[in-house]
């Protein structure tokens, strides 16, 4: 196994997953008090304990980690920031949407990351010990229901509905 180009994926995800983390909080504390900001709670801390994760899957892998690329990372996600969103100075229904899709895609890359660990876990006793599996299903759950709060949030965007309030679980609309 080439654990230095190994290194450098971890890396570059590592640094995906600090910039989604720092994307969801905003988002959470953008939208409390509806069903984003409600399911964004319980996301931003499944985003914690999967940075954890791996972080220790790097420690086995004996993987540095690169400073470098988390600080542009955390650079892009601030500039990320200063797109235009049809409002001047405030949030918008287009942001949250936005987000939302972002925060898809992010949840799509991570699952392959764990898909990968997964498949060189067969051969490589260091990665024996994690459990790639319950991380690949939860991966594929959040990205479920950030799925369709995107949905939901390009209704709101797009033609005035209203988002849920109050509720952890997205209520379905039947657009798809």
């Given at each position: 196994?080439?654990?230095?180009?190994?290194?450098?994926?971890?890396?570059?995800?590592?640094?995906?997953?600090?910039?989604?983390?720092?994307?969801?909080?905003?988002?959470?504390?953008?939208?409390?008090?509806?069903?984003?900001?409600?399911?964004?709670?319980?996301?931003?801390?499944?985003?914690?304990?999967?940075?954890?994760?791996?972080?220790?899957?790097?420690?086995?892998?004996?993987?540095?980690?690169?400073?470098?690329?988390?600080?542009?990372?955390?650079?892009?996600?601030?500039?990320?920031?200063?797109?235009?969103?049809?409002?001047?100075?405030?949030?918008?229904?287009?942001?949250?949407?936005?987000?939302?899709?972002?925060?898809?895609?992010?949840?799509?890359?991570?699952?392959?990351?764990?898909?990968?660990?997964?498949?060189?876990?067969?051969?490589?006793?260091?990665?024996?010990?994690?459990?790639?599996?319950?991380?690949?299903?939860?991966?594929?759950?959040?990205?479920?229901?950030?799925d369709l709060l995107r949905l939901?949030?390009?209704?709101?965007?797009?033609?005035?509905?209203?988002?849920?309030?109050?509720?952890?679980?997205?209520?379905?609309?039947?657009?798809?």
């Amino acid at each position: 196994m080439n654990v230095k180009l190994l290194g450098i994926y971890l890396n570059d995800h590592l640094a995906g997953s600090n910039a989604g983390y720092e994307l969801a909080r905003r988002a959470e504390r953008e939208n409390q008090g509806n069903a984003v900001g409600h399911y964004l709670a319980t996301f931003v801390k499944e985003l914690e304990q999967e940075r954890a994760v791996l972080e220790q899957v790097m420690r086995s892998l004996e993987v540095s980690r690169n400073d470098l690329k988390q600080g542009l990372a955390w650079v892009m996600e601030r500039l990320g920031r200063l797109k235009l969103n049809g409002y001047l100075a405030s949030y918008s229904p287009l942001s949250r949407m936005m987000e939302l899709e972002a925060l898809c895609v992010a949840v799509k890359g991570k699952r392959c990351l764990w898909t990968l660990l997964e498949r060189l876990a067969r051969t490589e006793p260091r990665l024996a010990g994690f459990d790639f599996g319950a991380l690949i299903a939860r991966s594929q759950a959040q990205h479920q229901t950030l799925d369709l709060l995107r949905l939901q949030a390009a209704d709101t965007a797009f033609v005035k509905a209203t988002l849920p309030a109050g509720s952890s679980t997205p209520v379905e609309t039947g657009a798809r």
